[in-house]
């Protein structure tokens, strides 16, 4: 982690190096031509009311320009120095949090593509028990997959669940402005407006509820695949029964081998 933040802080530091050095160039050239402005041109009533002569103005003038460009390039350069020697501090800080949401996540993925995989499983050992599957008189194992594409379709559900949190969340968001901000003037962040609370849950709604489903409507989509292959597969095959039933006679001839 030193060593990374070493790395980052030397590059920062170089393209500040390299930047404040380009602007140095171009703050030079606005002295050159503000001086040229000011030493040519003419005094204001104000200025000869006050006393001060033309060189005089064009000093302070320049000087103030100067002091003003330093003061923004040690803001600049001093937030640089301040982030990145925190961010490093920051990081190592936050291993226990890290730990704690990696396991979080990890629980979630988990459970998520287990889901879809336990469905399959359920409904497959169910039919296959139910249904007698490989017993005389019964379905084949490799029928089976042609019962399980409702699967498919009730994984759509996550599709209105989707929906329906996008709108209650923008709902919530247009309330936070309206109501909130314009008729009882509370700020838009404030969490005294029962609205902001449920604006955080958008986070919720978009960034994690909506991943998994948005995964698990993935892991099914591959295992519809899987099916269709499957029930193409048989089309084929029963077309080819009918091909024999109608034409038993008609084979196709490999053609002679010439010699």
């Given at each position: 982690?030193v060593?990374?933040?070493?790395?980052?802080?030397?590059?920062?530091?170089?393209?500040?190096?390299?930047q404040?050095?380009?602007?140095s160039?171009?703050?030079l050239?606005?002295?050159?031509?503000?001086?040229?402005?000011?030493?040519?041109?003419?005094?204001?009533?104000?200025?000869?009311?006050?006393?001060?002569?033309?060189?005089?103005?064009?000093?302070?003038?320049?000087?103030?320009?100067?002091?003003g460009?330093?003061?923004?390039?040690?803001?600049?350069?001093?937030g640089?120095?301040?982030?990145?020697?925190?961010?490093?501090?920051?990081?190592?800080?936050?291993?226990?949090?890290?730990?704690v949401?990696?396991?979080a996540?990890?629980?979630s993925?988990?459970?998520?593509?287990?889901m879809?995989?336990?469905?399959?499983?359920?409904?497959y050992?169910?039919?296959?028990?139910?249904?007698?599957?490989d017993?005389?008189?019964s379905m084949k194992?490799?029928?089976?997959?042609?019962?399980?594409?409702?699967?498919?379709?009730?994984?759509?559900?996550?599709?209105?669940?989707?929906?329906?949190?996008?709108?209650?969340?923008?709902a919530?968001?247009?309330?936070?402005?309206?109501?909130?901000?314009?008729?009882?003037?509370?700020?838009?962040?404030?969490?005294?407006?029962p609205?902001?609370?449920?604006?955080?849950l958008?986070e919720?709604?978009?960034?994690?509820?909506?991943?998994?489903?948005?995964?698990k409507q993935?892991?099914?989509?591959?295992?519809?695949?899987?099916?269709?292959?499957?029930?193409a597969?048989?089309?084929?095959s029963?077309?080819?029964?009918v091909?024999?039933?109608c034409?038993?006679?008609?084979?196709?001839?490999?053609?002679q081998?010439?010699?």
């Amino acid at each position: 982690m030193v060593q990374i933040a070493d790395a980052i802080r030397d590059g920062a530091e170089g393209f500040f190096k390299t930047q404040y050095g380009s602007v140095s160039m171009a703050i030079l050239l606005a002295v050159v031509i503000l001086c040229i402005y000011l030493f040519g041109g003419s005094t204001t009533p104000q200025q000869e009311s006050s006393g001060l002569g033309r060189s005089t103005s064009a000093y302070i003038i320049v000087a103030s320009f100067l002091l003003g460009a330093l003061c923004s390039g040690i803001a600049g350069y001093a937030g640089m120095w301040v982030s990145v020697r925190a961010n490093v501090r920051v990081s190592s800080a936050a291993r226990e949090a890290l730990q704690v949401a990696t396991r979080a996540g990890g629980l979630s993925a988990l459970i998520v593509v287990g889901m879809a995989a336990i469905g399959i499983a359920v409904l497959y050992a169910t039919f296959y028990v139910w249904l007698g599957v490989d017993s005389p008189g019964s379905m084949k194992v490799t029928d089976l997959p042609l019962l399980l594409v409702g699967y498919g379709f009730g994984a759509s559900v996550a599709l209105f669940a989707q929906l329906g949190g996008g709108i209650y969340t923008k709902a919530a968001d247009v309330g936070v402005d309206l109501v909130g901000k314009v008729e009882q003037g509370i700020p838009e962040d404030d969490p005294r407006n029962p609205a902001v609370i449920i604006t955080d849950l958008d986070e919720v709604e978009a960034d994690v509820r909506r991943l998994r489903l948005e995964l698990k409507q993935t892991m099914e989509m591959y295992s519809n695949a899987c099916k269709e292959a499957l029930t193409a597969k048989h089309m084929l095959s029963a077309y080819d029964h009918v091909h024999e039933a109608c034409w038993p006679n008609r084979r196709m001839e490999e053609p002679q081998k010439q010699e």
